[in-house]
């Protein structure tokens, strides 16, 4: 049974930085495309960035220019490097695993970007 187990988050100033990790388990990982989604309070769930088997990247608009997603598949853990927050950015952030009909999620982390 596959176990994603993310951490990282925590309380961090705006304009502050904060990296996440989400390790890998019980799967074959580098088959599998991973993403991070993010839930604020009141809202849905939303993807904001994904990695592909391959390696390719996309982003939301929103967090463009400010996070990068990589993976290290030798680790079975995908990476979430965080810059210039914004208070809007607090949410619970999962990230998840994703391959044809088989689908993972991760327990989530807090996120919370104040001052």
């Known amino acids: 049974q596959g176990q994603l187990v993310e951490s990282g988050g925590g309380l961090v100033q705006p304009g502050g930085s904060l990296r996440l990790s989400c390790a890998a388990s019980g799967i074959a990982f580098s088959f599998y495309d991973m993403g991070w989604y993010r839930q604020a309070p009141g809202k849905q769930r939303e993807l904001f960035a994904r990695?592909?088997?391959?390696?390719?990247?996309d982003y939301a608009d929103s967090v463009k220019g400010r996070f990068t997603i990589s993976r290290i598949n030798a680790k079975n853990t995908v990476y979430l490097e965080m810059s210039s927050l914004k208070p809007e950015d607090t949410a619970v952030y999962y990230c998840?695993?994703?391959?044809?009909?088989?689908?993972?999620w991760g327990q989530g982390t807090q996120v919370t970007v104040s001052s």
């Open positions: 998840n695993a994703k391959r044809e009909l088989r689908d993972y």
């Open positions: 990695i592909t088997t391959g390696g390719s990247t």
